[in-house]
């Protein structure tokens, strides 16, 4: 079985600071990891994924995530928060099956304060 | 290029009265179809998902029910609504050929049941 854990359902920053959103996963296969955006009363975007290709992945936005095999991580980091950062974040993790389903995590949110 | 749409955007409707949510995705064919709920701080739960016309996999047992009548048709009913039913209804499509395929998510529906 598959799952995901966000440590920290509320994160808040000052605009311009590090942003570090926490995910760890579980899976007894090799996993690909995605994190998505939503903004208030919208549906998700997707933000960047892991797919094994390289273990330090960008996305859009300029935010970057480290896969760590070693410490079942795919932290989000963004080196200077802006204030449109504000929204909520999953992390989720997909199998081998060619379902495509995904396992999101409990999502964590995002305040940047100015 | 591809778009999801769902309607209504937003639904009031009171315990007990039948349910029908209804996506649609436009500029792709055979696309793997999904449902998921976004209850108040509970993250995202999947509920059906769909790998082509009439075939259904339900997540999560409850009197939700799903159906795939048209290639790019994906509707979610309820004959009887329950409180517990509140929430944003999001649906999602992917090419479901590989396991880092990505999902694309539609705006969402908002429903309350009161």
């Known amino acids: 079985a598959q799952s995901v854990t966000q440590l920290g359902s509320h994160v808040s920053v000052s605009e311009g600071a590090l942003v570090l959103l926490r995910c760890n996963y579980s899976?007894?296969?090799?996993?690909?990891l995605f994190w998505y955006v939503q903004y208030p009363n919208q549906g998700l975007q997707l933000l960047l994924k892991y797919t094994s290709a390289a273990t330090l992945v960008k996305g859009i936005n300029g935010f970057e995530a480290e896969f760590k095999k070693s410490e079942t991580s795919f932290h989000l980091t963004k080196p200077s928060a802006h204030m449109s950062d504000a929204a909520e974040y999953f992390c989720?993790?997909?199998?081998?099956?060619?379902?495509?389903?995904?396992?999101f995590g409990q999502g964590t949110t995002l305040q940047v304060k100015p | 290029s591809q778009t999801i749409h769902q309607w209504p955007a937003t639904l009031v409707q009171p315990v007990g009265s039948p349910l029908s949510l209804e996506c649609t995705v436009e500029?792709?064919?055979?696309?793997?179809l999904y449902w998921y709920r976004q209850a108040a701080g509970r993250g995202l739960q999947l509920l059906f998902y769909s790998v082509g016309i009439g075939q259904i996999s339900s997540e999560v047992p409850q009197n939700l029910s799903a159906s795939r009548p048209q290639d790019r048709q994906f509707i979610l009913s309820s004959k009887k609504l329950l409180l517990s039913d509140s929430g944003f209804y999001l649906c999602a499509w992917g090419t479901g050929a590989t396991p880092t395929d990505t999902q694309y998510f539609g705006p969402g529906t908002r429903l309350t049941v009161l």
């Open positions: 989720a993790v997909s199998g081998s099956s060619n379902t495509g389903k995904l396992i």
């Open positions: 500029g792709t064919s055979n696309p793997n």
């Open positions: 899976s007894s296969v090799p996993p690909y």
